[in-house]
């Protein structure tokens, strides 16, 4: 039997958690207003041929589902060169042929609804990789045995310079690559420059038969910093460890999101031995 003294330590103690327990019970509803909807820029000028173009859209409210409205009558132009509207790509793209050019700054310039829009992007050339090869090697750690993958290569380029790196691997089941995981962005601050050096692909072993391919960008210092912050919104860490929604860096004027970059891409594919 609870003495007096206990029992009243016991009721004030409950009575707070009732009130708060039935507090939560109303519910309470709060209008956000919706933004004005504003033009999303995706446009990449590529060092392959044909590869290039500027797609256009409105953005949505957050909470909207579907497919983003796509943009079909704007008058684009990259260093005065028309990019048109193909509809069956839903993309605006340059006459056929069109490739980018390394060490060239390329000025994206978009009229839509009575707006002007602009974004600048300069194409740097990639560091040289000269080839790829494989190296047996033991199990170790969480590694299997098997071959490690590197490539040699040369970087004459001055620091810091970035590259957009993406890899992946044929799937013989499916008959179509596989690229698992996401790209990573490095730079050549830590590489041997003006001289040969040999990379070794982290945490991958192969065996006889796989076929891996590996993509190099190279990207400027606005392209790197979207990237990090579209790296940090999507981290694939469920629950309350996500990051909270925000804007993205864009290097798009006038009022417009997202990225106009260039590229200089280099392409690879190795079968192991």
Same mark, same amino acid.
């Given at each position: 039997?609870?003495?007096?003294?206990?029992?009243?330590? +016991?009721?004030?103690?409950?009575?707070?958690?009732?009130?708060?327990?039935?507090?939560?019970?109303?519910?309470?509803?709060?209008?956000?207003?919706?933004?004005?909807?504003?033009?999303?820029?995706?446009?990449?000028?590529?060092?392959?041929?044909?590869?290039?173009?500027?797609?256009?859209?409105?953005?949505?409210?957050?909470?909207?589902?579907?497919?983003?409205?796509?943009?079909?009558?704007?008058?684009?132009?990259?260093? @005065?060169?028309?990019?048109?509207?193909?509809?069956?790509?839903?993309?605006?793209? &340059?006459?056929?042929?069109?490739?980018?050019?390394?060490?060239?700054?390329?000025?994206?310039?978009?009229?839509?609804?009575?707006?002007?829009?602009?974004?600048?992007?300069?194409?740097?050339?990639?560091?040289?990789?000269?080839?790829?090869?494989?190296?047996?090697?033991?199990?170790? @750690?969480?590694?299997?045995? @098997?071959?490690?993958?590197?490539?040699?290569?040369?970087?004459?380029?001055?620091?810091?310079?970035?590259?957009?790196?993406?890899?992946?691997?044929?799937?013989?089941?499916?008959?179509?690559?596989?690229?698992?995981?996401?790209?990573?962005?490095?730079?050549?601050?830590?590489?041997?420059?003006?001289?040969?050096?040999?990379?070794? +692909?982290?945490?991958?072993?192969?065996?006889?038969?796989?076929?891996?391919?590996?993509?190099?960008?190279?990207?400027?210092?606005?392209?790197?910093?979207?990237?990090?912050?579209?790296?940090?919104?999507?981290?694939?860490?469920? @629950?309350?460890?996500?990051?909270?929604?925000?804007?993205? &860096?864009?290097?798009?004027?006038?009022?417009?999101?997202?990225?106009?970059?260039?590229?200089?891409?280099?392409?690879?594919?190795?079968?192991?031995?």
């Amino acid at each position: 039997m609870c003495k007096p003294a206990t029992m009243k330590k +016991i009721i004030v103690f409950i009575l707070p958690v009732f009130l708060l327990v039935s507090a939560c019970k109303e519910m309470v509803e709060i209008e956000l207003k919706d933004a004005n909807p504003v033009l999303v820029v995706e446009g990449e000028i590529s060092t392959e041929i044909d590869s290039s173009y500027v797609k256009l859209s409105m953005s949505t409210n957050y909470y909207t589902a579907g497919i983003a409205p796509v943009v079909k009558t704007a008058l684009v132009n990259v260093n @005065g060169i028309p990019f048109l509207f193909d509809p069956s790509l839903q993309l605006y793209k &340059p006459s056929a042929g069109f490739a980018g050019k390394t060490d060239s700054v390329y000025q994206l310039n978009i009229n839509y609804d009575a707006k002007s829009y602009s974004a600048q992007t300069t194409l740097y050339p990639m560091f040289r990789v000269d080839s790829f090869f494989q190296t047996w090697k033991e199990a170790e @750690g969480f590694l299997r045995a @098997g071959y490690a993958l590197s490539y040699s290569a040369f970087d004459s380029r001055p620091t810091p310079r970035y590259t957009y790196f993406s890899q992946g691997y044929f799937d013989t089941i499916a008959k179509k690559d596989s690229v698992p995981g996401n790209a990573i962005v490095f730079d050549n601050v830590q590489t041997p420059a003006n001289k040969q050096y040999s990379f070794e +692909i982290p945490f991958a072993r192969f065996l006889s038969g796989d076929i891996y391919f590996a993509t190099f960008r190279s990207i400027d210092t606005q392209m790197k910093d979207f990237l990090a912050a579209y790296s940090s919104q999507n981290p694939n860490i469920p @629950g309350p460890f996500q990051v909270p929604p925000a804007n993205l &860096p864009t290097n798009i004027s006038g009022g417009a999101v997202g990225y106009f970059v260039g590229y200089d891409v280099k392409r690879f594919r190795y079968t192991i031995k």
